[in-house]
């Protein structure tokens, strides 16, 4: 280690050249890009979690209904993505309040709002998936949205500031930005919408 200037071993060796660790050896073979060609923004887990939601809404609408083209597939599909991201944020709900503070308008003056905030889309999520106890669901959605699409609308479009986006977890390498304003549109969307659904339809 002393030799080569390295902090780690193994070393690969390929004849008389020194080819790294493990990560300079996939490298080497083309598995991985070099770190200088390397992007940190990742939409990866966005879009993994907006597919299953998808997928999962048309399930349970053909299930329930017989058919993939329903309103309550639509529903279902914006309802269980905030339970999908919530369980994101949940994973180390230290480490998403930490983000988070960086461009919540409430959670910068309410601290604790940051920690709560995981746990209100998830509740909500949880009771829009079952169309249960709308009148408590909706106003948590709508606020929590309303919020949320203000303090990302003014962090990226007004004070034009380049932050990650917590909506993921706090380990997010994903640029703070349309997907997080579309989260929280989407929130307020079903704040709104599900007391008039449960009015109009029951």
Not at 53 to 77: C, H, Q, V
Not at 90 to 116: C, H, I
Not at 121 to 128: N, P, R
């Amino acid at each position: 280690m002393e030799k080569h200037g390295v902090e780690t071993t193994p070393q690969t060796w390929i004849g008389d050249k020194r080819i790294g660790g493990y990560d300079d050896l996939r490298v080497h073979f083309g598995l991985d890009a070099p770190e200088s060609e390397r992007s940190d923004t990742s939409y990866q887990p966005v879009i993994a979690i907006f597919a299953v939601a998808f997928l999962m809404a048309l399930g349970l609408s053909w299930y329930s209904f017989g058919t993939i083209l329903s309103l309550r597939a639509l529903e279902w599909f914006v309802s269980i993505s905030m339970c999908l991201l919530a369980v994101q944020k949940l994973q180390d709900v230290e480490s998403f309040s930490t983000m988070f503070l960086n461009y919540d308008l409430l959670a910068r003056r309410w601290v604790r709002y940051g920690y709560l905030y995981p746990f209100g889309e998830a509740f909500a999520g949880i009771l829009m998936v079952a169309g249960a106890l709308t009148w408590l669901s909706a106003p948590v959605a709508l606020f929590i949205g309303t919020v949320g699409a203000v303090s990302v609308f003014k962090a990226v479009y007004i004070d034009k500031r380049e932050l990650k986006c917590a909506c993921v977890g706090g380990d997010s390498n994903v640029p703070l930005g349309f997907v997080s304003l579309t989260e929280n549109l989407m929130m307020m969307i079903m704040g709104i919408w599900m007391p008039i659904r449960v009015y109009l339809i029951g």
